[in-house]
């Protein structure tokens, strides 16, 4: 059989929709899911290279400023033999020791091999400039009789030509040493060996970043390419959406507002329910229509009586269904004081009173006496309001004397069918909501909670 006419006739099965729906979803997501663990962990390389840098770079500056800082102490204390400066100088070298720990630092970074090497290269020049500062401290200690001076220096011996020299002599020739054009040159021996370092941790920055920043616009592009294909199946959602069920749901209400058939159209299951509905439909229109006015309408107000209402209950939808039961406050005492044909006149206004202020759609009934309800059809819960309003224009109107009858007002209960599925507990709900109204003032409403 083919299968188009078969679509056509039964439509596409809702089921079928979502679940293609949720499978493509689960792609979707899926891939979206991956695309960010990849690039969070290219944005992750990408700030672990500049941290990298950056703790590198740190390292090998500190390799020359604890260089400068011995150069400043040595020369300090040549000039002025402060043995503070001396102290502070062989705290660096040997305690401190900021060199060594630049070098280890950059050692234990696999990738800065290049690097390293020019660091090391620094460091071993900055380790002979040093053989030369100590040479130049020991002159001064000669010179001007120090004592107690670091171990360090014990082993150094002046050369036969320099320890025959007088202290001033001493002096100079160790501050020649230290502030000489030879020890500069050393000096910028080091921080050339220091540019170069750098210059290789930049190189190595950059290769970094580059392969990071191509991995990102790698996976930008197609992470775009996805969210497209998401935004051109939120549009198809949105249309088979429409177009298999608010549509048909729509049209289906304006249907039922209007007391019609619903169209048999949309999804595969909304079609089956349409149908189901307009069976049922059918059934109850013929009942209602064969069922005769005067069993189920009242002789006296023109409205449904008992049995109507019994009737009426079994056709409609509760679901969306409100039940409200009106009494006339006080009706014993208008019949005892001014007799039934007055007490007949006020159930007439009250009927017409009632008729007016709801809709056709909805169902007035006299179940007995004094005692009205009314099926207001198609609501939902959220229509307290609206009920409010029309109860209260209801006791307006019947506080009119202008027609010659009594000033009269009612007193309501109000139920929801959504919250109880049995129509004789809902009406028992309702009857309790109208007791409540009645121990409370009367001439107004209650609803039930």
Known sequence: MDEKPKIKKQGISLRMVYAGIIIGAVIICGMMVFLTFRL??????????????????KAANELMEASDYLTEKVQRFTATGNTEYLNAYFTEALETKRRENAIEKMAADPDSEQALKQLQKAMRE??????QEYYAMRLVIDAKGITGYPDSLQSISLSSEDAKLSAEEKTARALDLVLGETYYEKKDAIRSNMKESLGELEKLTHSTEKASKKLLRSDLAVFRIIIA?????????????????????????????????IPEAGANEFRYLAQEYNKMYSVYKTSVEHLN???????LTGVYNRSGYDLLLSGIDLDMTYLLIFDIDDFKAINDTHGHEMGDRVLKKVSYALLQNFRADDY?????GDEFVVLMTHSGEQQHNLIINKVNEINHELADTSDGTVPVSISAGV??????????????????????TKRNGKAGMTFDQ
Request: hydrophobic share 40%.
């Open 40 to 57: 969070s962990s290219a944005f992750s390389e990408l700030s672990e290279a500049t941290d990298e840098y950056i703790e590198l770079d």
């Open 126 to 131: 900055s380790e002979q400039l040093m053989e």
């Open 229 to 261: 294909v998401q935004t051109v199946g939120i549009f198809v959602i949105i249309w088979l959406t429409s177009r298999l069920g608010i549509n048909p749901i729509l049209k289906a209400v304006d249907k039922i507002k209007d007391n019609s058939p």
């Open 293 to 299: 006015f005067k069993a189920s309408h009242d002789e």
């Open 364 to 368: 007035v009934c006299r179940i007995g």
């Open 415 to 436: 139920a929801h069918g959504s919250r109880f599925k049995d129509s004789a507990f809902l009406f028992r709900r309702a009857d309790e909501a109208l007791y409540h």
